[in-house]
């Protein structure tokens, strides 16, 4: 199993940018896609953008495209966001998924946007 560790939230204004990391150790050569998920108080976790192990595939939220980038160095997992608002406050949590399924999660990483 992979285990996962992000970093790089915090509290940002309006406009503003974070980047969060992910650091991914244990057996990562059977991971095919990882990505972030956010969970906002009262709302179910939503994807915010996967990126495949080749990095050649990624997918966004609809609600995040053109505004943050997902990308991937070996077993490091960065998530740049640009122009934050309000609506992007949430624990931003990374997430593995290996070859036969298995789903790994990090603990979570809080990112708070004042207006």
């Known amino acids: 199993q992979v285990q996962l560790e992000e970093s790089g939230g915090g509290l940002v204004q309006t406009g503003g940018s974070l980047r969060l990391t992910c650091a991914a150790s244990?057996?990562?050569?059977?991971?095919?896609?990882m990505g972030w998920y956010r969970q906002a108080p009262g709302k179910e976790r939503d994807l915010v953008a996967l990126?495949?192990?080749?990095?050649?595939f990624t997918n966004y939220g609809d609600s995040v495209k053109d505004r943050f980038t997902i990308s991937r160095d070996n077993a490091n997992l960065y998530l740049q966001m640009n122009k934050l608002t309000p609506e992007d406050t949430a624990v931003y949590y990374c997430?593995?998924?290996?070859?036969?399924?298995?789903?790994?999660w990090g603990q979570g990483t809080q990112v708070t946007v004042s207006s």
């Open positions: 990126i495949s192990t080749s990095a050649r």
């Open positions: 244990g057996n990562f050569d059977s991971v095919d896609f």
């Open positions: 997430y593995a998924v290996e070859g036969d399924g298995t789903t790994s």
